[in-house]
């Protein structure tokens, strides 16, 4: 592992040699989206980085995973495909290096996110202010319904809560469930038929019994 670090830094520190105007490379559209559920506390997602340009020299990408908690990388793929192996994750911060590409897709799963703040209710933070001046659009994908402090955009959707920020910014956030609400079911026709019949033929039994204890006194 050691020695996958050094030779991971040693080309980092080549690269910048041969090709120090890379670093100018402007990066300028962001996309993060996380799905899973508070209860669980525990999420997948990706992060999808645009460059203004094809990155034509070996660039060093770092990009924040901007959630607390445990974070690990599935895998990450640049835009012509080829799967990038050799990176560093160190304080929710992903970096490596990558050539010939304008696109980059880092995919992951993040745990505990959340802290527990009452019966059905979870604090989480979301930091974005590392993504100033660029096109940033966050969505957060919330397995149930829960009320949202304070109301950014939130949308609900197949019992689902969609959280989406578009300004950098940190965010406290606050998650209340909301008591899942059960409508009584209504009979159907041929049920409704039925329980009518059923009422009309105990008035006339009731009826018929009257009639006869009616009949007896006299």
Excluded: H
Aim: charged share 10%; glycine share 6%.
């Amino acid at each position: 592992m050691e020695r996958k670090s050094m030779l991971f830094f040693a080309l980092i520190i080549l690269s910048l040699m041969i090709a120090q105007t890379s670093i100018s490379n402007t990066l300028t559209n962001l996309e993060i989206y996380v799905v899973g559920s508070p209860i669980e506390n525990s999420f997948t997602g990706y992060i999808k980085i645009k460059y203004a340009e094809t990155l034509t020299n070996y660039t060093l990408v770092s990009v924040y995973i901007p959630f607390e908690g445990q974070v690990s990388v599935l895998n990450i793929t640049s835009g012509n495909g080829v799967l990038v192996s050799d990176y560093q994750l160190e304080n929710n911060t992903i970096s490596f290096l990558a050539f010939n590409t304008s696109e980059i897709t880092i995919y992951f799963t993040v745990e505990n996110v959340l802290e527990e703040a009452g019966v059905g209710s979870y604090v989480t933070y979301i930091d974005l202010t590392r993504y100033n001046n660029i096109s940033l659009n966050l969505t957060v994908n919330l397995v149930g319904v829960y009320n949202v402090e304070p109301p950014i955009n939130t949308k609900y959707s197949n019992g689902n809560t969609l959280i989406t920020i578009t300004q950098p910014g940190y965010y406290p956030i606050t998650l209340y469930l909301t008591p899942e609400t059960t409508t009584p079911a209504q009979p159907s026709g041929l049920q409704g038929e039925i329980l009518v019949l059923g009422g009309i033929g105990a008035a006339l039994i009731v009826l018929l019994v009257l009639i006869y204890v009616l009949r007896r006194k006299k």
